[in-house]
């Protein structure tokens, strides 16, 4: 099992930054890809970011440009620093990290953290 703790999240003016931080640990060897998803109120959880092990990264078009995720893979923990912020970014945040050495991939995710951004 995997287990990841998510941090950083708060309360924000809009044009200003906070970063948040995703530690995993448990059964963290076949983990390959970690990322974010957020989820607005009635709306649809989407993709934010995502990084490989390789340091490969995938980002929502509506954060290109403001948002930068990267990992430690010595501290088995991801990042995302979000810059630039609007209102339109608040969201529960969740972190969550894929195993595909299995014939179908697993996903573990965080409780989430609440990103509010004031306008």
């Known amino acids: 099992q995997v287990r990841l703790v998510e941090s950083g999240g708060g309360l924000v003016q809009a044009g200003g930054s906070l970063r948040l931080s995703c530690a995993a640990s448990g059964f963290i060897c076949n983990i390959n890809v970690m990322g974010w998803y957020r989820q607005a109120p009635g709306k649809q959880r989407e993709l934010v970011a995502a990084?490989?092990?390789?340091?490969?990264?995938n980002y929502a078009d509506s954060v290109k440009g403001r948002f930068t995720i990267s990992r430690d893979n010595v501290k088995n923990t991801a990042y995302l620093q979000m810059n630039s912020l609007n209102p339109e970014d608040t969201a529960v945040y969740y972190c969550?990290?894929?195993?595909?050495?299995?014939?179908?991939?697993?996903?573990?995710w965080g409780r989430g953290t609440q990103v509010t951004v004031s306008s």
């Open positions: 990084i490989t092990s390789g340091g490969n990264t």
């Open positions: 969550y990290a894929a195993d595909s050495s299995g014939r179908s991939e697993t996903r573990f």
